[in-house]
C-alpha cells in the first residue's frame, strides 16, 4: 500500500511542479538542487504549495535539503509525515 500511496504523491508533485514552478522533471530521481530545477527561491515556493496540496506543515527541524533533493524523497517526507507516528 506503501507503494501505492507513494507513486500516488510523486504524481501529484510532479503536476505541482509543473503547475506552481512551470517546470517538468525528468525523472523521480533527478537531483532537483544540482539539475537547476529548485533554487532558494523556488524552494520556498515548493514548501507552500507542498503545505497547501497535502494539508501539512512543514517544522523548521525537518527542513534538511536532502529530503527535498527529488521528488522520490519529496514524496517520502510527505507519506512519512501524513502517516501516525511517522512509520
Do not use: W
Amino acid at each position: 500500500m506503501l507503494d501505492t500511496q507513494q507513486q500516488r504523491v510523486q504524481a501529484e508533485l510532479a503536476s505541482l511542479f509543473s503547475e506552481v514552478l512551470h517546470v517538468e522533471t525528468p525523472s523521480e530521481q533527478t537531483d532537483l538542487f544540482e539539475s537547476g530545477i529548485l533554487d532558494s527561491q523556488n524552494l520556498i515556493d515548493l514548501l507552500l504549495s507542498i503545505e497547501q496540496r497535502f494539508d501539512l506543515e512543514i517544522l523548521g527541524e525537518d527542513l534538511e535539503l536532502d529530503r527535498f533533493r527529488c521528488l522520490e524523497q519529496i514524496a517520502t517526507y510527505i507519506v512519512r509525515s501524513k502517516t501516525p507516528n511517522g512509520a
